[in-house]
């Protein structure tokens, strides 16, 4: 992979289309929804002509590092060539059309940024992935998506070539690779002989961009499906006062390359400001590394779950100083305030909650120079207009518990998902009355800080992963030894939840080494699903308990879990 960064650049630079009169800075305001958006054309190809006219302070978009010494760097001009090089790959090579389906996993390499950004100019509509994702996951994927093309690696095209007969929809296999594969289009052969003039489809703002597959309380994965208006948000005046990035400033957001937070922490929100992102491939968390990391690059923002700030605490480093650091962002799960007070102490740096889920993208946030109430995860970001609702939709008044609700009637705001795909009963469930109900519980004080409670339902918060808990027990159901199995949340200091099974054994493995099943068990999870949902506790049980008509009550264990406090954290 790291040959062909070499053999590519530098990137022919080529005349963009519009005069830099014709462009328009990417800003608009929060009420302003235009009718037309396109990040590529408004953002990227936006900054490449400020390069052009030279009225662009910093050269680098994208600083990419794998701690090996490969480093790739690449200017908005670099960015724009190559991306569109990528949009003709996408479309000539591999026949793609807009609102054909692409499915993208990758880990954090620099072809992210090219296929997302080849995506959206192309109106293909991608589906991120995490590179934990097993052949069974993969399938599924592929199959509830239609997906016509996959883009990965050598690590996973094994995987998909094992399901690939399973996929009729599936076309086109593109690797990112330093090596050829049978069956695969090489990635980099044809960028490099792919033309770097491509026309920007003009999509409109509402039009479909990137699917996220996301965890229920029931049943396998929905389809989060969202449209440019969620690359617009960022654009947005509100959005831009939550980071309030610069363009001299270099963010690391730490976010795996599937999710909703690695599209708006890692490109919408940096891109959009003119700044530079900054990548380490870092294949497995360490907490030495980010720091070694923080301390070597002139890092200004930092965004990770706080389970990486946790960890980094827990190892007891003596110097957590860093030269250039100005600015923490954390989300994906609750933050305690003890937490924020000793990230404070050491680094002399505050914690600044963000929320979202992958219907919604960045929700509400402690705005940079906000007052931190700590414990709050901060104030809605407009054009969201989040209330706290009953069941039926009304509001309630402050500091009362409820359901987070965000108003989408009479008017949608962009970054709010448009539906489940191919789900119109799942799509109508979070409607309720003018507003999308989160499914999560909080209340909101008389100045508008939410405080969040817990999730109105079984999902499963562990480490930032919102983890459905159908989708451990049909993989523990799956294993010989297991009856029947529960699977809840659980308190854990290090990741602030995590998944628990409480399991049946068949007759015949009562007698086996509990210890023993209890990894065989957690091995046979991670080889049949994607192994971060793995249950890093089990408690063997003779019954599970059970309503009158014989439904699992995993409220029951959860409150055992957690003595009485409320659970599940944020999505
Ligand atoms: O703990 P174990 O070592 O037993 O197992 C770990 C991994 O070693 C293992 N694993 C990973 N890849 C594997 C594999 N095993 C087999 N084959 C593979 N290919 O599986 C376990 C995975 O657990 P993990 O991912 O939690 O691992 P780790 O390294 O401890 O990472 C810690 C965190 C904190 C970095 C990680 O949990 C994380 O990234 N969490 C954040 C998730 C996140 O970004 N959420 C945001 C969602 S979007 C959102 O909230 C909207 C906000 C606007």
Redesign the pocket.
Known sequence: IHKSFHIVHPAPRQVVRQSSSGLRAPRWSDHDTPEEFNFASSVVDYWAQMEKEGKRGSETALWWVNGQGDEVKWSFREIADLTRRTANVLTKACGLQQGDHLALILPRVPEWWLVTVGCIRTGIVFIPG???L?AKDIVYRLQASKAKAIVTTD?LAPAVDSVASECPTLKTKLLVSDHSREGWLDFWSLIRSASPSHTCIKSKTWDPMVIFFTSGTTGLPKMAKHSHGLALRSCLSSSRKVLQLKTSDLLWC???PG????L??CQFEPWTAGSTIFVHHL????PKVIVQVLFKYPITQFL?????FR?ILQEKFTNLRFPTLEHCGT???ALLPEELEQWRRHTGLLLHE?????E????CAVFRGMNIKPGSMGKAVSPFDIQIIDDKGNILPPNTEGNMGIRMKPTRPPGLFMYYENNPKASAKVECGDFYNTGDRATMDAEGYLWFLGRDDDIIN?????IGPTEVENALAEHPAVAESAVVSSPDPK?GEVVKAFIVLNPEFLSHDKDQLTKEL?QHV??VT?????P?KVEFVLELPKTITGKIKRSDLRKKEFGGMSSGK??
């Open positions: 995490t590179t934990q097993t690590t730490m976010s795996d999710w909703i937070l690695a708006v922490g294949a497995q968390l360490d990770a779950a706080p389970s990486v960890m989300g994906g799960e963000l929320y979202g889920q992958s919604t993208g960045m929700t562990a480490s930032g992963y919102r990741r957690q991670k080889s994607a192994p971060y949902k793995y890093r944020k999505t």
